[in-house]
């Protein structure tokens, strides 16, 4: 079992930053493939980041690549999105997730272990 926290979120401007923290308790977050998905309002949830277990191997979504960094401190059970260049478009509540297996946060969208999410607001 692992509990994730998310933080970091709230309003920016268009072209702005903002970097999203997940806090990983419980089991070694090592253990643990995460990542972060996204649900705008009226929209359906979609992947945005995930990040191996080592952190030796990222993935993330067409509409993020080049504006997104994710990122893990196994250390710190802590893991990073960076979100350079936000647009409109990127307003949603990001949700942190994790899952020993990362095709579930990265094709299936069922990851076993969710965060309660964080607003990230951009203005135009």
């Known amino acids: 079992q692992v509990r994730l926290v998310e933080s970091g979120g709230g309003l920016v401007q268009a072209g702005g930053s903002l970097r999203l923290s997940c806090a990983l308790s419980?089991?070694?977050?090592?253990?643990?493939?995460t990542g972060w998905l996204r649900q705008a309002p009226g929209k359906e949830r979609e992947f945005v980041a995930a990040i191996s277990r080592s952190g030796d191997s990222t993935y993330s979504s067409v509409s993020v690549k080049g504006r997104f960094t994710i990122s893990r401190d196994n250390a710190e059970n802590t893991v990073y999105l960076q979100m350079n260049s936000l647009k409109p478009e990127d307003t949603a509540v990001y949700y942190c997730?994790?899952?020993?297996?990362?095709?579930?946060?990265?094709?299936?969208?069922?990851?076993?272990?969710w965060g309660q999410g964080t607003q990230v607001t951009v203005s135009s």
């Open positions: 419980g089991r070694t977050s090592s253990r643990y493939a």
């Open positions: 997730a994790a899952d020993y297996v990362i095709e579930s946060i990265t094709l299936r969208g069922a990851p076993a272990y």
